[in-house]
């Protein structure tokens, strides 16, 4: 049996005490240069100043060009090591190191002066250079106009192009989604989620009248026919899909077409002799005759959100959401 003397205690409590003190230091053993000293420096490289930075723990090379706040120009490599201020040296007393005296720097006389201090560097990558722009261009009065809904605040925005400028912002009902123009440009036409098919006057910006569709109706897509006579409007609803068929002289739904469920898009040929309707929650695309207003084709292609048609109407672009809600 080993009997500790009290300074062998302490000894073994301080020998314990390093351990774990290396342990500890163990512990940032991971880290490397760029962790401990994350940024950038400059050096001199070939008598260069380069702006340096840590990759893991090998230094790098960034550039040893002008490039955001780094300048070459404000840097003196003349002198061995590091790199000084252009102008720095000015504002000090230089000596020797024979004595701490030869350090001490006297009290001004005249006006104060003082030290040169560094800009600071911005975190690459720097901010590119972007010229002035130059003269805006010319806008043309037949340059289209912009509506826009805003679904949460139960608005539409009226925005002009030429110049671009917010003309008036118009209530209409709740939860808006989709607008549709009458060929004039006189008259769109704003669905609501909320049973309502707002019409508005462009020309004042007011809401001229409210199509009450019924409580199970959710109007969402809206396309108007080419003659401007007649307007389709998709109901999303699951229990009671329909397209309803709008008369725009009398602003009256004139026929019901069932469709799959939840129809979202409405999309007219330009001959507007076929209306292709999409659902994003549906695995089909419904394609309507608008003489007979019935369904003459269902294509296999579901989740769709919109339908494009070339001029001639020979060629349609669908997109297809490989990854739909629900």
């Known amino acids: 049996m080993i009997r500790r003397t009290m300074p062998t205690k302490l000894l073994s409590v301080g020998v314990a005490l390093s351990l774990g003190w290396i342990v500890l230091e163990a512990c940032d053993c991971n880290q490397t240069k760029e962790d401990q000293f994350p940024g950038y420096w400059v050096t001199c490289i070939a008598n260069q100043p380069t702006l340096m930075t840590y990759s893991g723990n090998n230094p790098t090379v960034v550039t040893s060009d002008a490039a955001g706040a780094f300048s070459p120009a404000q840097y003196d490599c003349s002198h061995a090591g590091s790199p000084q201020y252009k102008g720095s040296e000015s504002s000090f007393k230089i000596g020797s190191p024979s004595g701490p005296a030869q350090f001490v720097r006297p009290h001004a006389t005249g006006s104060p002066t003082t030290a040169y201090l560094p800009q600071r560097f911005r975190d690459l990558p720097f901010t590119p250079n972007v010229p002035p722009p130059g003269t805006p261009p010319v806008c043309q009065s037949n340059y289209p106009d912009v509506l826009q809904t805003d679904h949460e605040e139960a608005l539409v925005t009226h925005i002009t192009t030429c110049p671009f400028k917010i003309v008036a912002t118009i209530p209409v009902q709740t939860r808006p989604l989709q607008i549709a123009i009458t060929p004039d440009g006189s008259t769109a036409l704003v669905t609501s989620f909320d049973n309502v098919l707002n019409f508005i006057n462009l020309s004042t910006n007011k809401v001229t009248y409210q199509l009450q569709a019924g409580s199970t109706v959710n109007p969402s897509g809206i396309a108007i026919s080419p003659d401007g006579t007649k307007a389709y409007m998709t109901s999303f609803n699951g229990n009671n899909p329909a397209v309803l068929v709008i008369d725009m002289a009398s602003q009256a739904v004139v026929a019901t077409i069932p469709t799959m469920t939840y129809p979202s898009g409405a999309t007219l040929t330009p001959d507007g002799s076929q209306l292709w309707v999409t659902s994003v929650y549906?695995?089909?695309?419904?394609?309507?005759?608008?003489?007979?207003?019935?369904?003459?084709?269902?294509?296999?292609?579901?989740?769709?959100t919109d339908i494009a048609f070339n001029s001639t109407g020979t060629l349609a672009y669908e997109t297809i959401d490989n990854n739909p809600p629900g």
């Open 282 to 304: 549906n695995t089909e695309t419904d394609v309507i005759d608008t003489l007979s207003n019935t369904v003459v084709t269902r294509l296999n292609y579901g989740a769709s």
